[in-house]
């Protein structure tokens, strides 16, 4: 089960230390490690936290330079396209100067829309891992569940030059296994806090109202750029979240100015 840590006191979680621990290692549910965003950029390393001070300090691109120590952020992610919707997706998020992280799917999506692979990372959004087929990690053998992954690395490399560095696992399932191959395959593992279920509604005023309904301060929202409603929900969103001082960023850039640290799990 995943228990919610900061990196200064992340410890090995190897070992039965209470009856109730050792219930859940019967039951096969094994422990990783899990920190909140907040809590990442609190730990980040030294040299990291000035790296990222001196960066900021000399200016630049606006959205690669915002500090979520400061801002008030949220992160956007969308997951399982690229899809026909996603140029349009992008186009809405060039007009409100919006970056976010696309957990892209390899299996009729990638692999068949490598123009909107590149389009996505072009115009500085986040390439991000969502496995090949939509397999629950936790269902599958540990080979196969490396090759879900690996395969979308090898792809997205192949597409843009750039290999992926956050996955997130299809249904939010993860494991201590699931974390170890992440963490060979340098793969940070990222959940969310809101969700609109997009997937069994069309109703783009409802996915709206639940996502602004949830959104809080280091959140991240997930969404799917494959489903009717979606897109069409995301210039109202885009627009309510700055009205409320919202500034809207990547995974990576609300992690910052800690980076993702491959097998750790990301959860508000």
Same mark, same amino acid.
């Given at each position: 089960?995943?228990?919610?840590?900061?990196?200064?006191?992340?410890?090995?979680?190897?070992?039965?230390?209470?009856?109730?621990?050792?219930?859940?290692?019967?039951?096969?549910?094994?422990?990783?490690?899990?920190?909140?965003?907040?809590?990442?950029?609190?730990?980040?390393?030294?040299?990291?936290?000035?790296?990222?001070?001196?960066?900021?300090?000399?200016?630049?691109?606006?959205?690669?330079?915002?500090?979520?120590?400061?801002?008030?952020?949220?992160?956007?992610?969308?997951?399982?396209?690229?899809?026909?919707?996603?140029?349009?997706?992008?186009?809405?998020?060039?007009?409100?100067?919006?970056?976010?992280?696309?957990?892209?799917?390899?299996?009729?999506?990638?692999?068949? =829309?490598?123009?909107?692979?590149?389009?996505?990372?072009?115009?500085?959004?986040?390439?991000?891992?969502?496995?090949?087929?939509?397999?629950?990690?936790?269902? @599958?053998?540990?080979?196969?569940?490396?090759?879900?992954?690996?395969?979308?690395?090898?792809?997205?490399? #192949?597409?843009?030059? #750039?290999?992926?560095?956050?996955?997130?696992?299809?249904?939010?399932?993860?494991?201590?296994?699931?974390?170890?191959?992440?963490?060979?395959?340098?793969?940070?593992?990222?959940?969310?806090?809101?969700?609109?279920?997009?997937?069994?509604?069309?109703?783009?005023?409802? @996915?709206?109202?639940?996502?602004?309904?949830?959104?809080?301060?280091?959140? @991240?929202?997930?969404?799917?750029?494959?489903?009717?409603?979606?897109?069409?929900?995301?210039?109202?969103?885009?627009?309510?979240?700055?009205? =409320?001082?919202?500034?809207?960023?990547?995974?990576?850039?609300?992690?910052?100015?800690?980076?993702?640290?491959?097998?750790?799990?990301?959860?508000?």
């Amino acid at each position: 089960m995943p228990k919610q840590i900061s990196a200064a006191r992340r410890s090995s979680m190897v070992g039965l230390l209470t009856a109730a621990s050792l219930a859940l290692a019967l039951s096969g549910c094994a422990s990783y490690d899990v920190t909140a965003p907040a809590d990442a950029r609190a730990d980040a390393p030294a040299a990291d936290v000035k790296a990222k001070d001196a960066k900021d300090t000399k200016g630049g691109d606006a959205g690669s330079d915002v500090d979520c120590r400061k801002a008030k952020c949220v992160a956007l992610t969308f997951d399982a396209g690229p899809s026909e919707n996603t140029n349009r997706l992008l186009d809405i998020l060039k007009e409100n100067k919006a970056h976010a992280t696309f957990f892209m799917l390899g299996k009729n999506h990638i692999a068949e =829309r490598p123009a909107e692979v590149k389009r996505i990372d072009a115009e500085g959004h986040e390439l991000a891992n969502h496995t090949w087929s939509h397999q629950i990690l936790t269902e @599958i053998k540990p080979d196969e569940a490396k090759r879900e992954l690996s395969r979308v690395q090898d792809e997205v490399r #192949k597409i843009t030059g #750039k290999t992926p560095t956050l996955m997130r696992p299809p249904q939010g399932r993860t494991d201590g296994t699931v974390s170890e191959i992440s963490k060979e395959l340098g793969l940070a593992q990222v959940l969310w806090s809101v969700t609109a279920k997009d997937y069994e509604t069309t109703d783009s005023a409802l @996915i709206t109202k639940r996502v602004l309904d949830q959104t809080k301060r280091d959140g @991240i929202i997930l969404l799917h750029d494959i489903y009717k409603g979606t897109v069409p929900a995301v210039p109202g969103i885009l627009k309510e979240l700055k009205k =409320r001082g919202y500034t809207v960023v990547t995974v990576s850039q609300l992690l910052s100015p800690a980076k993702p640290e491959p097998g750790m799990a990301y959860r508000p």
